[in-house]
């Protein structure tokens, strides 16, 4: 029998409540939120009410100290800040492994998507912290909730705003323009720009772009530990398509590289490869789209 713990902020678990629904034992949902919501498919709920105006990582030792008196063998946490904040507390606290990305889970292992899902690992364990996609809002019920009051570490919310840039434009783009270490310069990438206004797209970047020199923000590379795209059109710019790169981009339907070094590795996964000059090309392609 399987003492199974989902830690979270909302409702959406369903696919950790049907993960855990297949593991013979019970499931417990333990919510750090303003108020209980009322879920169904599990045997019953922990309750942490939390002040709106509180962040939830507060709860984070409270959510580890409550776990830990519950003699768990599985943790199971959506992969979403707050909640990865509760995985590494109770990871912490109970010295439990914490396994990112699992895709498959059973009682004593799973099966873990490594570099962006190129490879799986399967994993054995007695007991464990397993992080996975949350899945759509869990059906809800009538399951007996428990509620504990905790006192949040010292943190408040002071203001909130709409962001003005982030990742949800690129991951939705139908068209990227990617940049890499093939530009010289900072302002060259005016270039890039030209080109994704004419395609109405998005600008994007390998990793030194955006660890190494900065020059575009870090929610704007593409790869296995930045973001996954797949757009109609990518465009790979003075990119060599190290796997690291391309396993972020790889669902694209065309893409179009422009490299000098006619052996890049890019041009083995590119639809259109141009072996040439990105500061002659790009904007000879600009020039003939615009
Ligand atoms: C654990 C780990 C995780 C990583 N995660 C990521 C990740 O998520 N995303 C990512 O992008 N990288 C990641 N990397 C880094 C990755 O391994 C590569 O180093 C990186 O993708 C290379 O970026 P690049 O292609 O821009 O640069 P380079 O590999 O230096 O390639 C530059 C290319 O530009 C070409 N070029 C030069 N001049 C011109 C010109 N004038 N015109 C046209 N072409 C030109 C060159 O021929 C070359 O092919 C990771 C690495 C590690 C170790």
């Keep these: 029998m399987t003492n199974t713990w989902i ?26 939120a303003p108020s209980a919501p009322a879920m169904g498919g599990v045997d019953r709920v922990v309750h942490l009410p939390v002040a709106e105006d509180v962040p939830a990582e507060a709860l984070a030792v409270a959510v580890a100290d409550l776990v830990a008196g519950a003699e768990v063998d599985l943790v199971l946490v959506p992969n979403r800040p707050a909640e990865r904040s509760f995985a590494g507390a109770v990871a912490a606290r109970l010295a439990l ?50 509620t504990h009051e905790a006192t949040p570490a010292a943190a408040r919310i002071t203001s909130v705003q709409p962001a003005t840039s982030g990742p949800a434009n690129l991951a939705a783009a139908r068209r990227i323009v990617a940049c ?26 390998s990793r030194p772009l955006a660890e190494g020199t900065a020059w575009l923000s870090k929610d704007r590379y593409i790869g296995v530990s930045g973001i996954h795209v797949s757009p109609e059109v990518y465009f790979a710019l003075g990119i060599s398509g190290q796997v690291q790169h391309t396993s972020g981009m790889s669902g694209s339907k065309v893409v179009v590289a422009v490299n000098t070094d006619a052996n890049a590795p890019i041009f083995q996964m590119a639809d259109y490869g141009i072996v040439g000059d990105l500061y002659e090309v790009v904007p000879a392609i600009t020039a003939a789209l615009s």
């Design 7 to 32: 830690l979270t902020t909302d409702e959406r678990i369903a696919h950790l409540v049907d993960t855990a629904a297949a593991i013979e034992g019970t499931t417990t949902v333990l919510v750090v």
């Design 180 to 205: 890499g270490r093939g530009f010289k310069a900072e302002e060259d990438l005016a270039l890039a720009r030209a080109l994704a206004d004419a395609v109405s797209g998005e600008i994007a970047c």
């Design 97 to 146: 492994p914490v396994l990112v990305g699992a895709t498959t889970v059973a009682a004593g292992s799973a099966q873990v998507a490594r570099y962006g899902g190129l490879s799986i690992e399967s994993v054995s364990y007695p007991r464990a912290v397993l992080v996975l996609e949350g899945g759509a809002a869990a059906g809800s019920g009538d399951a007996p909730v428990d």
